[in-house]
């Protein structure tokens, strides 16, 4: 089934990190919400094969890659064109392109950098957006150079050069929650050194308010760094108890109340018998 | 009294309070009103607001539903009700991507306050725009479709589709249990 919403409520780091945790292989479309003032609207289109991104565009008559191309100046419009008539039907575009010895690596490398990080990242900015995920969208080999990325380092690029986190606010986590590391041991991701510095925070004990005191970093700022470890799948926001109950409230000075309950202390159920939980499933079956 | 007690947790709308009240519209028994209603109690001493719903099946088996708070957050009404919960349902409206995180975040503070099984419980899938419950899963944080929870769906408003819920809650929970003497 398709994926679709809007991103004021499911926004694009979050999106990312469903369709790589996902491994999900189809197209991304992220279409802008018109523009008061030009009315405008526009479609960004981003394919991913199994988690990754493999290329992004535009528009979906599959000359993206080749307009880049010659927009570089590399080669004309017409003899890419050609050219890639004589590419295998299952090979990228760029690949094909590299093989026939038309493209350096380097060039390559540049291009995926123009059509896929650059373009991408900047859709971190959108406030607001509908998207769609098609998972029947065919692999767009016209539009592929063969390089890939990770929705991860997109994400994480994306979201270090983000200034204006106004339409994340509610994604963030909050200054009294803590953080809680859901990997083994170390992250292998390439962190900045704030970054790290957070990381070191993730054990589900320290608020992130307290924790922005002790590093003397504005609390917005640790905020947003622990969205980056939530949404890049190492750490996971993790509600600390709120204060203790207030001293007028000594649930277990009530005689009348059942003992297990008033006693806000000792843990756990009582267990109930097997007798028990037939009567109730038998019960219960009734009204289904 | 053999009493089970259930908490049914998740974001505001997300149908706990329906659903506690189509529990109780299957209340066969009421013999006891009285002030020996726990969940009264904890109300009387209290001003939280939170669901209370009761089923009894037997003269003295009942089943206890409690509904945490949405007003306040993880407070201490919570740890309460979560520390004598034999287990809990943690409901989400599968049209709401906005209220995900919000799940996740519930999600983590009763793990961390609770070891109690749980399932997860999809509300609202008869609504446009409902997401499908793999996708769901992938987004509450569950890449794994062999380690994850069950995922049931729900219509908070129809008795028999919560009775099923309550079903594949407490087999989830005592599936030991229910096998060996069945
Ligand atoms: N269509 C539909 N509505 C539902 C479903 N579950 C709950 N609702 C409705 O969702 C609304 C919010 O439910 P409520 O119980 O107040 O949510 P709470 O905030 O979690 O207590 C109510 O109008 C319910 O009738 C469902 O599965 N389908
Ligand atoms: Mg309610």
């Known amino acids: ?288 | 009294m053999e009493i089970m007690r259930l908490v049914v947790t998740g974001p505001v709308g997300a149908g706990k309070s329906t659903f506690i009240r189509s529990v109780s519209e299957i209340e066969v028994v009421d013999t006891d009103r009285r002030a020996t209603d726990e969940a009264l109690l904890i109300k009387k001493r209290t001003t939280v607001a939170f669901d209370f719903g009761r089923l009894q099946f037997g003269p003295d088996m009942a089943l206890h539903l409690y509904g945490t708070p949405g007003q306040s957050r993880f407070d201490f009404m919570w740890d309460i009700l979560i520390q004598k919960a034999h287990a809990y349902i943690l409901l989400v409206a599968a049209h709401r991507p906005h209220e995900f995180r919000e799940a996740r975040r519930i999600m983590m503070f009763m793990k961390q306050r609770s070891p109690v099984p749980m399932i997860i419980g999809l509300t609202h899938t008869d609504c446009p725009g409902a997401w499908d419950a793999a996708n769901i899963a992938l987004a509450l944080g569950y890449p794994n479709p062999s380690r994850r929870p069950p995922v049931v769906t729900v219509n908070a408003n129809e008795t028999a589709s919560v009775a099923q819920a309550v079903i594949a809650l407490v087999q989830h929970t005592w599936s030991g249990s229910l096998a060996a003497t069945s």
């Open chain 1, 1 to 288: 089934m398709t994926v679709t919403g809007y991103l004021a409520d499911f926004s694009l780091p979050e999106l990312f990190q469903l369709l790589e945790q996902g491994n999900k292989t189809g197209l991304l479309t992220i279409c802008t919400l018109a523009d008061t003032k030009t009315a405008e609207r526009y479609n960004h289109h981003i394919w991913f094969s199994q988690g990754q991104i493999v290329a992004a565009g535009n528009t979906l008559d599959q000359r993206g890659l080749m307009g880049l191309i010659a927009r570089r100046g590399w080669m004309g419009d017409n003899a890419v064109s050609r050219l890639a008539q004589t590419c295998q039907i299952n090979t990228p575009l760029g690949l094909c392109l590299k093989n026939q010895g038309v493209l350096t690596a380097e060039q390559l490398k540049l291009l995926f950098y123009t059509q896929v990080m650059r373009q991408v990242c900047a859709l971190f900015a959108l406030p607001d957006g509908w998207f769609q995920f098609d998972p029947k969208a065919p692999t767009p080999r016209a539009e592929m150079t063969g390089l890939i990325a990770t929705a991860t380092d997109v994400t994480l690029a994306g979201l270090r050069a983000l200034k204006d986190w106004a339409a994340l606010d509610e994604k963030l986590p909050a200054p009294t929650s803590a953080l809680v590391s859901v990997i083994e041991g170390k992250p292998n991701l390439r962190l900045n050194p704030n970054e790290w510095q957070v990381w070191e925070f993730t054990n589900g004990t320290m608020a992130v308010a307290d924790v922005a005191k002790q590093l003397n970093l504005p609390v917005a700022k640790v905020q947003q760094i622990a969205f980056r470890l939530i949404v890049t799948g190492l750490a996971e926001e993790m509600p600390l108890m709120a204060a203790p109950p207030p001293s007028s409230l000594a649930l277990d000075d009530a005689p009348e109340l059942e003992p297990s309950i008033a006693s806000g202390k000792t843990a756990g159920a009582a267990p109930v018998s097997a007798s028990f939980l037939q009567n109730l499933v038998g019960f219960l079956k009734s009204k289904v």
